[in-house]
Every structure is written in C-alpha cells, then in structure tokens.
C-alpha cells in the first residue's frame, strides 16, 4: 500500500489544521493506521492510532484532548484533526499502516510509510 500525506502548511499558535494520508494500492479496511510526527533534531516519535473500523485510537499524552485520529475505509484515507497548536507541534508528520486487528504504537510495528508533510506552528 503506498501513502500520501498531504494538509501540512503554517499556522500560528492556538490555530487548526486537517492532515489527510491518501492510500492506493490497496484497501486500507485491512490496516490499523498511525501518524507519527518528526521534528527538527529529535527522533520520530508517536502521536495518534486507529484500529481498521476506527472504534479503537489511541494517542501520545503531548497531543490528547487536541488531536483526533478518524478514518474514511471507503475513500481510503486517515486524517489528523490538530486544534490548539502549539509551537512544540512544529515537525514533519507521517502517516503508516500496518496489517493488524488493533491498534500499534510502536515505530517498529509499522510496514508501510508515507511522505511526510511538513507542519510549522508559529508563536
């Protein structure tokens, strides 16, 4: 399955912005999907999860009650829903998939990886 991130831009502090992660190749009702988030100097690291239905998700303690994962089997798609950026948001997000029945967290679980696109929150 291949992955397009794409929705990234700038946008001041306290501000939103809508990530979407296009897939092709196959159906994504198959896969748990994640985004995960870059930035400058520092290691890539976890910030949100669905399960294939969507009844499961999870997300990192730096982004929850801001963030909401959701997903759209029939277009084949995942967005990142950020409300209330922070400068500290600042990094290039990726989207993944991985061929499981629930969620994943972990970097190393993932199979597949999109491009990132770049989000840069102002102050």
């Known amino acids: 399955v291949q992955l397009q991130a794409s929705g990234g831009g700038l946008v001041q502090a306290g501000g939103s912005l809508r990530l979407s992660c296009a897939a092709s190749?196959?159906?994504?009702?198959?896969?748990?999907m994640g985004w995960f988030r870059q930035a400058p100097g520092r290691e890539r690291e976890f910030v949100a999860a669905?399960?294939?239905?969507?009844?499961?998700?999870s997300y990192a303690d730096s982004v929850k009650g801001r963030f909401t994962i959701s997903r759209d089997n029939a277009k084949n798609s995942v967005y990142l829903q950020m409300n209330s950026l922070k400068p500290e948001d600042t990094a290039v997000y990726y989207c993944?998939?991985?061929?499981?029945?629930?969620?994943?967290?972990?970097?190393?679980?993932?199979?597949?990886w999109g491009q990132g696109t770049l989000v840069t929150v102002s102050s």
């Open positions: 190749g196959r159906t994504i009702s198959s896969y748990a």
């Open positions: 669905i399960s294939r239905r969507g009844g499961i998700t």
């Open positions: 993944a998939a991985v061929s499981l029945p629930t969620i994943a967290t972990k970097i190393y679980e993932y199979d597949y």
